[in-house]
């Protein structure tokens, strides 16, 4: 009797944990947190089940998914990250695309205003005084601040300031750095200065000073499913189209 009821009660317990199995879960560089939530709201509203969502530096998620985490989509704010996983053969075949763009800019604290005009040579000590520190991403392997050292390096300023640099773990938590009045400046995306009130952008980085800052999106070979690929497909929708936009990104357009 009770080798029947284990039976009968077997697939009721195993069914919430099937469920749990075919959750989405989606890696997603730190700056598409607010922007990616929102478009998750509007996934999980047409009927779909929420994905699991993490976010953190485009390096560090990378290096959790070659060790084998079980993800179905990575969203990186480079290239390098993503073609790291394709040396690996970690990414599903024909779901990789370039979806969005972004600024580099240089923030400062809100209540301390300031428009500099970043050219060659500009006075960015003027900005840090004597012995504050430029807040941004690990220039080591955080997309941020490898975009960071390659403006400041073409700029001229690399050599003075680099050893003034804040490393942060993620964008976030260099724009954190600023907001918290701990770093005088920091070089974060315009998205992230976009939904900060606590600082405001002195400048905007010239493209010409560093790599096109671009995101790539793609299914990871061992969690592409057909919800993975239904996702990542919404996500270039024109209805999540609107919120990138609304929130500071550029939208790639498929080459010709």
Request: net charge negative.
């Amino acid at each position: 009797m009770h080798r029947l009821i284990a039976i009968l009660i077997l697939p009721i317990l195993l069914a919430p944990l099937q469920a749990r199995a075919e959750q989405l879960t989606v890696f997603a560089a730190a700056s598409l947190t607010d922007a990616m939530r929102e478009i998750t709201t509007l996934w999980t509203t047409a009927g779909h089940e929420a994905p699991r969502l993490s976010f953190g530096a485009s390096s560090t998620l990378a290096h959790q998914i070659e060790q084998g985490a079980p993800v179905n989509i990575f969203a990186s704010a480079d290239e390098k990250w993503m073609d790291d996983l394709g040396r690996h053969d970690l990414i599903a075949a024909g779901s990789r695309k370039d979806l969005l763009g972004n600024d580099l800019v240089l923030v400062v604290p809100a209540d301390r205003p300031i428009h500099v005009d970043i050219e060659p040579g500009f006075d960015l000590g003027a900005l840090l005084g004597s012995e504050g520190r430029l807040a941004t991403g690990d220039p080591a392997h955080v997309p941020a601040g490898i975009y960071a050292e390659q403006a400041l390096r073409k700029l001229g300023l690399w050599q003075r300031f680099g050893a003034r640099i804040a490393p942060a773990a993620d964008v976030r938590s260099a724009l954190l750095l600023v907001e918290r009045g701990e770093a005088p400046a920091g070089i974060v995306y315009g998205t992230d200065a976009a939904v900060s009130k606590s600082v405001t952008v002195a400048g905007v980085f010239p493209e010409s000073s560093h790599d096109p800052v671009t995101y790539p999106f793609a299914a990871i070979k061992t969690g592409d499913t057909q919800d993975a690929r239904a996702f990542l497909a919404f996500l270039s929708s024109p209805a999540a189209s609107d919120i990138w936009v609304r929130r500071g990104f550029t939208v790639e357009r498929p080459k010709p």
